[in-house]
Structure formats: structure tokens, C-alpha cells
């Protein structure tokens, strides 16, 4: 959606595909970190953006058996000192709305791209999608598959991901929150699984990250045992987890970290989980592949606005622009999921807390030190804007 609105924007035709009939899919991701932000500001969006509703964070804390620690510290970063929680659907419709302000955009739901439309020389020259008409063909200059980390554009083009590992997968679920509630966004540490509950002002929405495979282990249990693992992790949730009414109530993330070695063919482009699936670790996902879009509208609007097709050349000065921010985030989440959450979600000691060690609180002391996690998370590296022409 963000590609479309540039393009747009620059004054390219441009049609975005949604397989679905609106945009509200539960578990998305919905962390908007300041990077987002900033590019929102630089499209003139951010005054609207600001009335959606959403939860600004400061700070992530860490909920250890010996108590609570900032671990993270947005306050520093300039111009946007936190991140933003927010319903995925609200920016989607955010931006829908502003890209169909422009001439040329389209914006087709209820389309799923089920292939490539391909010329005799094999080139990428649209897609057949599934309407409901019917069969419909879309003939296009170029193709940017966005469509997630099972991408059937991807699959299509014969282009297949290296797979990096996780030794997780995450149970997400909903539980009201009340005002006595503490009003920050925390992790909370354990052996056998971990949780993360984000503040989402009137309900927390809550990550339990578990062993990977493990799923139909715990959905073998009775919901109530899963109810009191909850109850015992985080105190203050014990008197509502019975919202979790059964199984149903629980969703499963599998978690996948992979990276295509070519995001690229003739006529077609590969961005966001399509070309690098992310860990959650961070909630960089959603930001990653806004810096993969406004990077691809940079480069691609003067190539589509010149005569003729764009070159694959221009394709892969994508690929070599965000290839190494991608490497550096997927290094530090492979290196988090090794070193810290497959040692903890292997323990034999399941089910109990962990404490902070020492040296971490001494660390954590140093603002400079808290501040560092948010700075690359939150920054990340090799920051875009928007340089695309505006027509």
C-alpha cells in the first residue's frame, strides 16, 4: 500500500491487489516504530495518523522474578521518541485513503493473485487473479510481489528463500485490561515459554512464545492449564484469563526467518516478508518493509515515468539497497533466538520465571545502554525517506 501510494504520487499507474474484502486481520503487526513515523511525517500524513487510535510506548520493560527493568528507551531518539501501537487496518485504510486521492491509483479488493502473466521471453507482464468475477487478467510494466512469507509470486517465479532457522513460534491471544493495569508494553521472561504483552489501552493483546513445533502440544492441554500458566507468569491478568474461552481464542504465528538470495526477476520485484521473512523479535517487520517500499518508490518512479520498461538493473539497485539493513536486523534476531530464547525455551525448569542477572542490572543503569535497543529497533539502519518526485 505504501509502494502504491508513491507511485501514485509520482504520478505512475498503479493497481494494489487485497485478496481480502477489508483490512482487519487480527494479529498483524501493529508496532509503528519511529523510522514509520518519520516517513509518514514526510508524506504529510502524521497529523492523521496522530488521530487513530493507538498507544504511544516509551519504554519496553522487562517483568523479571526479582522485578521490573527498562530495557529499552525510546526517549532519546529524535524527532519521534516512541513507538506507536496501532490497529494495522487503521494505517491501511490511512493510506488507501490518501493514495486514492491520485490519479491512476487502483486499488482492487477481493483479488488474489493466484500467478504471472508471462511474455514470450518469459518476462513477468501481470498476474492472473481470482475475483469475484471470476479469472481476471492484470497486465503490468512490472509486478512487486508483497505478498508475505508463503508468496505465491515468489513460489511462481521459482525463486526460493534460504532459511535461517527459529526455535520458536508465537501463541497470540487478547485479555481486557483495566485501569489498575501498569500502562506499559512489557516482556516478561520465562523458562519453557516467554510472554509479551502489548498495551493496546483497552485490552492487552499478548504474545506467548513457545517452542517451535510445540503448538499442538499445548493445544492437547486443557485450556485451563493454559489459563493458569498465564495466571502464574503475570499476576494482575489472573482474574480475567477465563475470557480465554477455548482454543479458538488463540492464534498460532509460526515464526519464519529466511532471506531470498534474488529478490528479482524480469518484470518482477519481491519486497517485505516476500523477499525476508523476520523474526518478531522487535516488531521490525511491518517497519522493515515500509523502508523496502519507499525505497523501491525512489528508485522505480523515474524508471516508470521513462519511456520503455524498466530494466532489471533497476530491480536489483533495490535489492542491493536494502539487502544489508536486512542482513544486519535478521543477524541480531538469529543471534537473540541461538543465544537467548532457544537456551530458556529448552530448559527443563518449565514454567518458572527468570531473574535479571547482575551484570545486565548494572548495565541497564546507563541510559546510553537502554537507549541502544530502541535506537535499532526503532531506527533501524540505513533510514529511507521519501525522495520520489510528486506530480
Same mark, same amino acid.
Given at each position: 500500500?505504501?509502494?502504491?501510494?508513491?507511485? !501514485?504520487?509520482? /504520478?505512475?499507474?498503479?493497481?494494489?491487489l487485497?485478496? *481480502?474484502?477489508?483490512?482487519?486481520?487480527?494479529?498483524?503487526g501493529?508496532?509503528?516504530?519511529?523510522?514509520?513515523?518519520?516517513?509518514?511525517s514526510?508524506?504529510?500524513?502524521?497529523?492523521r495518523?496522530?488521530?487513530?487510535?493507538?498507544h504511544?510506548?516509551?519504554?519496553l520493560?522487562?517483568?523479571?522474578?526479582?522485578?521490573?527493568?527498562?530495557?529499552?528507551?525510546?526517549?532519546?531518539?529524535?524527532?519521534?521518541?516512541?513507538m506507536?501501537l496501532?490497529?494495522q487496518?487503521?494505517?491501511l485504510?490511512?493510506?488507501?485513503?490518501?493514495?486514492?486521492g *491520485?490519479?491512476?491509483?487502483?486499488?482492487?479488493m =477481493?483479488?488474489?493473485?493466484?500467478?504471472?502473466?508471462r511474455?514470450?521471453?518469459?518476462r513477468?507482464? +501481470?498476474?492472473?487473479?481470482?475475483?469475484? #468475477? +471470476?479469472?481476471?487478467r492484470?497486465?503490468?510494466?512490472?509486478v512487486?510481489?508483497c505478498?508475505?512469507?508463503?508468496?505465491?509470486?515468489?513460489?511462481?517465479?521459482?525463486?526460493q528463500?534460504?532459511?535461517?532457522g527459529?526455535?520458536?513460534?508465537?501463541?497470540?491471544?487478547?485479555?481486557?485490561?483495566?485501569?489498575?493495569?501498569?500502562?506499559?508494553?512489557y516482556?516478561?521472561?520465562?523458562?519453557?515459554?516467554?510472554?509479551?504483552?502489548?498495551?493496546?489501552?483497552?485490552?492487552?493483546?499478548?504474545?506467548?512464545?513457545?517452542?517451535?513445533?510445540?503448538?499442538?502440544?499445548?493445544?492437547?492441554?486443557?485450556?485451563q492449564?493454559?489459563?493458569?500458566?498465564? !495466571?502464574?507468569?503475570?499476576?494482575?491478568?489472573? #482474574?480475567?484469563?477465563?475470557?480465554?474461552?477455548?482454543?479458538?481464542?488463540?492464534k498460532?504465528?509460526?515464526?519464519?526467518?529466511?532471506?531470498?538470495?534474488?529478490? *528479482?526477476?524480469?518484470?518482477?520485484?519481491?519486497?517485505?516478508?516476500?523477499? *525476508? !521473512?523476520m523474526s518478531?523479535?522487535?516488531g521490525v517487520?511491518?517497519?522493515?518493509?515500509?523502508?523496502?517500499?519507499?525505497?523501491? /518508490?525512489?528508485?522505480l518512479?523515474?524508471a516508470?515515468l521513462?519511456? /520503455?520498461?524498466?530494466?532489471e538493473?533497476?530491480?536489483?539497485?533495490?535489492?542491493? =539497497?536494502?539487502?544489508?539493513p536486512t542482513?544486519?536486523?535478521q543477524a541480531?534476531?538469529?543471534?537473540?533466538?541461538?543465544?537467548?530464547i532457544?537456551?530458556?525455551? !529448552?530448559?527443563?525448569?518449565r514454567?518458572?520465571?527468570?531473574?535479571?542477572?547482575p551484570?545486565?542490572?548494572?548495565?541497564?543503569?546507563?541510559?546510553?545502554?537502554?537507549?541502544?535497543?530502541?535506537?535499532?529497533i526503532?531506527?533501524?539502519?540505513r533510514r529511507e525517506?521519501? =525522495?520520489?518526485?510528486?506530480?
Amino acid at each position: 500500500m505504501m509502494l502504491g501510494l508513491l507511485l !501514485a504520487r509520482a /504520478g505512475v499507474a498503479v493497481a494494489v491487489l487485497e485478496k *481480502h474484502g477489508d483490512f482487519l486481520r487480527d494479529f498483524r503487526g501493529d508496532t509503528v516504530h519511529p523510522s514509520t513515523l518519520e516517513i509518514l511525517s514526510e508524506l504529510g500524513l502524521k497529523e492523521r495518523f496522530d488521530a487513530l487510535p493507538q498507544h504511544r510506548v516509551e519504554q519496553l520493560e522487562g517483568m523479571f522474578a526479582d522485578g521490573m527493568y527498562a530495557i529499552g528507551d525510546f526517549r532519546s531518539l529524535r524527532p519521534f521518541p516512541y513507538m506507536a501501537l496501532v490497529p494495522q487496518w487503521d494505517l491501511l485504510d490511512l493510506l488507501a485513503a490518501e493514495a486514492q486521492g *491520485h490519479d491512476g491509483f487502483r486499488l482492487y479488493m =477481493r483479488h488474489e493473485a493466484t500467478g504471472l502473466l508471462r511474455g514470450p521471453d518469459g518476462r513477468a507482464t +501481470g498476474v492472473l487473479a481470482r475475483s469475484p #468475477d +471470476g479469472m481476471v487478467r492484470i497486465n503490468a510494466d512490472l509486478v512487486v510481489g508483497c505478498d508475505g512469507r508463503r508468496s505465491l509470486m515468489r513460489a511462481d517465479a521459482g525463486l526460493q528463500p534460504r532459511n535461517l532457522g527459529a526455535p520458536m513460534d508465537v501463541l497470540w491471544f487478547r485479555l481486557p485490561r483495566r485501569p489498575s493495569d501498569p500502562d506499559g508494553t512489557y516482556g516478561v521472561p520465562g523458562y519453557g515459554n516467554f510472554l509479551v504483552l502489548l498495551n493496546r489501552n483497552d485490552y492487552w493483546q499478548v504474545a506467548s512464545v513457545i517452542a517451535k513445533g510445540e503448538a499442538g502440544q499445548w493445544r492437547r492441554q486443557p485450556i485451563q492449564d493454559f489459563r493458569a500458566a498465564v !495466571a502464574g507468569r503475570v499476576g494482575f491478568l489472573a #482474574d480475567r484469563v477465563a475470557c480465554i474461552a477455548s482454543w479458538d481464542d488463540v492464534k498460532l504465528l509460526e515464526v519464519r526467518v529466511d532471506r531470498l538470495r534474488q529478490w *528479482h526477476r524480469p518484470g518482477l520485484l519481491l519486497i517485505g516478508d516476500a523477499a *525476508h !521473512a523476520m523474526s518478531p523479535i522487535g516488531g521490525v517487520g511491518i517497519n522493515l518493509a515500509i523502508q523496502d517500499a519507499v525505497a523501491a /518508490g525512489n528508485i522505480l518512479a523515474p524508471a516508470l515515468l521513462a519511456p /520503455g520498461l524498466p530494466d532489471e538493473s533497476v530491480l536489483a539497485a533495490v535489492q542491493r =539497497r536494502r539487502m544489508l539493513p536486512t542482513r544486519i536486523i535478521q543477524a541480531i534476531q538469529v543471534f537473540i533466538q541461538r543465544r537467548i530464547i532457544a537456551p530458556a525455551l !529448552a530448559n527443563p525448569a518449565r514454567d518458572r520465571p527468570v531473574e535479571l542477572p547482575p551484570a545486565a542490572k548494572w548495565l541497564l543503569r546507563s541510559a546510553f545502554i537502554r537507549s541502544l535497543p530502541a535506537r535499532i529497533i526503532g531506527l533501524g539502519f540505513r533510514r529511507e525517506h521519501v =525522495r520520489s518526485p510528486r506530480r
